[in-house]
């Protein structure tokens, strides 16, 4: 379960921001592709239990999953990529060559503003 590593890690980020920010956490985003992506459940509980007790806690999390891209190899479409649907989106063929998976990346903290 490397959500809860993962979920870790963000909290520990989001504290050592926080001499810089100042603040509470009120919010975190982050995304990941599709083939690594996270579960969404296992890493909103770990992202709860990592932060409890610390300027994280109650803190919203968001998951942007960013869809894989290809193209197709027949009509040259370049195409959101579905794992439940592995075909051109234009012509319908299965011939195809996939990009890049997004990685995991920590893209937003958000801290509640100072009066």
Do not use: W
Request: glycine share 6%.
């Amino acid at each position: 379960m490397h959500e809860a590593i993962v979920a870790q890690n963000i909290v520990d980020t989001a504290v050592a921001q926080a001499p810089k920010k100042g603040g509470k956490v009120t919010r975190v985003v982050i995304s990941c592709g599709q083939i690594n992506a996270l579960n969404d459940e296992a890493i909103k509980f770990g992202f709860e239990m990592a932060s409890a007790g610390t300027i994280c806690q109650g803190a919203k999390l968001k998951i942007k999953h960013i869809p894989l891209k290809a193209v197709c190899k027949n009509c040259h479409k370049k195409f959101d990529f579905d794992l439940y649907n592995p075909k051109c989106s234009k012509c319908g063929k299965s011939d195809f060559s996939l990009g890049d998976d997004a990685p995991l990346l920590l893209e937003e903290i958000e801290f509640e503003e100072q009066q």
